[in-house]
């Protein structure tokens, strides 16, 4: 009876120390986790702009690049709408430079919608907006590494949905002047003047200022 007593109790012992173990091994897989999230955390752009403004097509010359060499570090939301309005629930749009830049619009969101590769996003957009209309949306996307079904997107209640959505994230920061760039969700008129003028030089500035680079990094030297 003795030797079963003791049995039980290192039985006990054993199971006591495993389960210690595989909290410890939670905990320690928590951490590399959480020190992982860190590493990897970017900073937040949401880039507000319109498929026929002359001044959104200006700051692609800036975004292609940039976003070329420092995508890793960013985390980009591409917003088609700019000073754009709905009525009758998405029946009817406006937009500043006429009914083609409203087609514009909601083609580059089915396509953006499309993916959530970010590099891509930015390739197909770059593409559009050197374009002369919406018409070599196909080509862009394909261009990108992109396949689907614009014009099904474009002409369906998919495509209203998605510039309804546009409207709402631009209403957010209610822009005044169109390109306007975002970091983190607040909008900062200092960042912009600078963005607009060195849109790098502002990135790196940020990176740098929220300890987002490596320690040592050679970017954005």
């Given at each position: 009876?003795?030797?079963?007593?003791?049995?039980?109790?290192?039985?006990?012992?054993?199971?006591?120390?495993?389960?210690?173990?595989?909290?410890?091994?939670?905990?320690?897989?928590?951490?590399?986790?959480?020190?992982?999230?860190?590493?990897?955390?970017?900073?937040?752009?949401?880039?507000?702009?319109?498929?026929?403004?002359?001044?959104?097509?200006?700051f692609?010359?800036?975004?292609?690049?940039?976003?070329?060499?420092?995508?890793?570090?960013?985390?980009?939301?591409?917003?088609?709408?700019?000073?754009?309005?709905?009525e009758?629930?998405?029946?009817?749009f406006?937009?500043?430079?006429?009914?083609?830049?409203?087609?514009?619009n909601?083609?580059?969101?089915?396509?953006?919608?499309?993916?959530?590769?970010?590099?891509?996003?930015?390739?197909?957009?770059?593409?559009?907006?050197?374009?002369l209309?919406?018409?070599?949306?196909?080509?862009?996307?394909?261009?990108?590494?992109?396949?689907?079904?614009?014009?099904?997107?474009?002409?369906?209640?998919?495509?209203?949905?998605?510039?309804?959505?546009?409207?709402?994230?631009?209403?957010?920061?209610?822009?005044?002047?169109i390109?306007?760039?975002?970091?983190?969700?607040?909008?900062?008129?200092?960042?912009?003047?600078?963005?607009?003028?060195?849109?790098?030089?502002?990135?790196?500035?940020l990176?740098?200022?929220?300890?987002?680079?490596?320690?040592?990094?050679?970017?954005?030297?």
């Amino acid at each position: 009876m003795g030797s079963v007593h003791v049995n039980i109790i290192l039985t006990v012992l054993l199971i006591f120390l495993v389960w210690q173990a595989i909290k410890y091994h939670q905990s320690l897989l928590r951490k590399i986790c959480r020190h992982s999230h860190f590493q990897l955390k970017q900073l937040h752009i949401t880039l507000l702009y319109e498929s026929l403004c002359p001044d959104s097509r200006n700051f692609m010359h800036q975004l292609g690049p940039v976003h070329e060499e420092l995508q890793q570090y960013m985390d980009i939301q591409l917003v088609p709408f700019g000073k754009s309005r709905s009525e009758q629930s998405g029946a009817i749009f406006h937009c500043q430079h006429g009914p083609a830049e409203c087609e514009g619009n909601r083609v580059q969101s089915c396509v953006i919608s499309s993916t959530a590769n970010q590099s891509a996003q930015v390739k197909f957009v770059v593409c559009q907006m050197f374009a002369l209309d919406s018409s070599r949306a196909d080509q862009c996307a394909s261009e990108a590494g992109l396949r689907t079904d614009v014009d099904h997107c474009a002409d369906s209640e998919t495509g209203t949905k998605l510039q309804l959505q546009a409207e709402l994230v631009t209403k957010l920061y209610q822009p005044s002047f169109i390109p306007t760039i975002v970091y983190n969700g607040v909008f900062n008129q200092q960042l912009q003047d600078h963005s607009l003028r060195d849109f790098r030089g502002t990135v790196c500035h940020l990176l740098r200022q929220q300890n987002l680079l490596p320690s040592g990094s050679p970017v954005c030297q």
